[in-house]
């Protein structure tokens, strides 16, 4: 009786895999007292799975920044002032998963990249294929942008500097390089335009910015911040329009910098237009548009994995069925340790050296060996199925 009972818990529910997270936590950076910290919950698997992703913390108010269907949700925690840890309660299918972060002492601002005050691009970067914008500030006028190979078009080549000292070119690209002349009465400069092969475009429109690329379909990444570091991300799906990929993106008021990526871990960031580090002039609208310019965003912090669903679940399942293993062993050696005793039982009387006859009550002694040992059999059976079937 004892051996079915526990042949019977061994294969109680639940049958079958447990529910699996597809969700992996990441952040940009540590986070420092009084500064926003940025986060991320990416799904990691099949998107189609109705399962969700909720972060909670008793310390800090979480905000959600955006939510891209399919991929996940761009989340902020506001992290207090003079915080030293912060606990952040993760839940998902798989129940709820706390974690605790330490916060660092304070925020130290990025160094930003050297900006060149002759040539700047208006989307940031020019993209093969795509119409770009060259705003150029030489010595003297009148000057030419001429271009290098005939995989680059530059309309008009000759142009007149404006009272600001500026003059704009239309720029396309068609290789995977943009050297070009930069030509006045005094000077002539071998420049190479900054070109990224199939990267992103970013025109700044002030309450927006406008992201262009030659693959619709593709997930761009959004961030900006202040002098110190990043305040705010997101993501967006670049949409079919005109032979490429666009996207508009809303910034928040006081941003001072933006850096977009295709790439999931900020590599290769663009930034719109930039502000020249000299005074600016306001006397054209070419040099308005100059001094709207944004700031050169700071160097990145990385992006952290703070927590893995599917590597946790992995690790728990794996804990799950070294128990269920471990279970089942010392069950198979009882069921043998219980036949043996039948078997001795069944076929001894006073002692190993003296057998009974078997006559009389020897087919009901047979029977009873036979029952145990298949109820034995069949314990040790329900024990391998229970640790097969709890196994994800």
């Not at 420092?32 to 919950?41: I, V």
């Not at 839940?91 to 930003?112: E, K």
């Not at 795509?130 to 001429?146: K, N, S, T, W, Y």
């Not at 994995?305 to 690790?315: C, I, M, Q, S």
Request: hydrophobic share 50%; aromatic share 2%.
């Amino acid at each position: 009786m004892s051996a079915a009972v526990f042949a019977v818990l061994a294969v109680a529910p639940p049958l079958g895999p447990r529910p699996a997270s597809v969700h992996r936590l990441e952040s940009l950076g540590d986070p420092a007292p009084g500064r926003p910290w940025l986060l991320r919950a990416l799904r990691t698997g099949d998107s189609s799975r109705p399962t969700g992703l909720r972060v909670t913390s008793p310390d800090a108010r979480v905000e959600s920044l955006a939510t891209l269907a399919g991929r996940g949700e761009w989340l902020r925690v506001l992290v207090p002032a003079g915080s030293t840890a912060l606990r952040l309660r993760i839940a998902d299918v798989t129940g709820v998963h706390p974690l605790l972060v330490p916060v660092a002492s304070g925020a130290t601002p990025g160094v930003a990249a050297p900006v060149d005050a002759r040539v700047s691009v208006v989307e940031g970067v020019l993209v093969p294929e795509l119409d770009g914008e060259v705003i150029v500030r030489p010595a003297d006028g009148p000057v030419e942008l001429l271009a290098v190979t005939d995989q680059i078009a530059v309309e008009p080549t000759r142009r007149a500097l404006d009272d600001c000292g500026l003059a704009s070119f239309r720029v396309r690209v068609s290789g995977l390089g943009a050297p070009v002349s930069l030509v006045t009465a005094t000077h002539r400069d071998e420049l190479r335009l900054p070109l990224v092969g199939g990267g992103i475009a970013v025109r700044d429109d002030g309450a927006s910015v406008l992201l262009r690329a030659t693959s619709p379909g593709a997930t761009a990444h959004v961030l900006g911040g202040d002098r110190v570091g990043p305040t705010w991300w997101s993501a967006v799906t670049l949409v079919a329009e005109a032979d490429e990929g666009r996207a508009r993106v809303a910034v928040p008021p006081g941003t001072l910098w933006v850096a977009a990526s295709h790439n999931a871990d900020l590599t290769d960031a663009v930034s719109p237009l930039l502000r020249p580090a000299s005074p600016p002039c306001l006397a054209t609208p070419l040099g308005q548009r100059m001094a709207r310019g944004r700031l050169a965003p700071p160097e990145l912090p990385p992006v952290r994995v703070r927590w893995n669903g599917p590597a946790e679940g992995a690790r728990l399942a794996a804990a799950r069925v070294q128990r269920m293993t471990a279970l089942c062993v010392v069950g198979v050696a009882v069921s043998v340790a219980l036949e043996a005793a039948l078997l001795l039982g069944a076929g001894l009387g006073r002692g190993p050296a003296v057998l009974k006859p078997f006559a009389g009550d020897g087919r009901a002694r047979l029977g009873v060996l036979v029952a145990g040992i298949s109820t034995l059999l069949l314990m040790g059976a329900a024990m391998v199925l229970a640790v097969q079937l709890r196994s994800p």
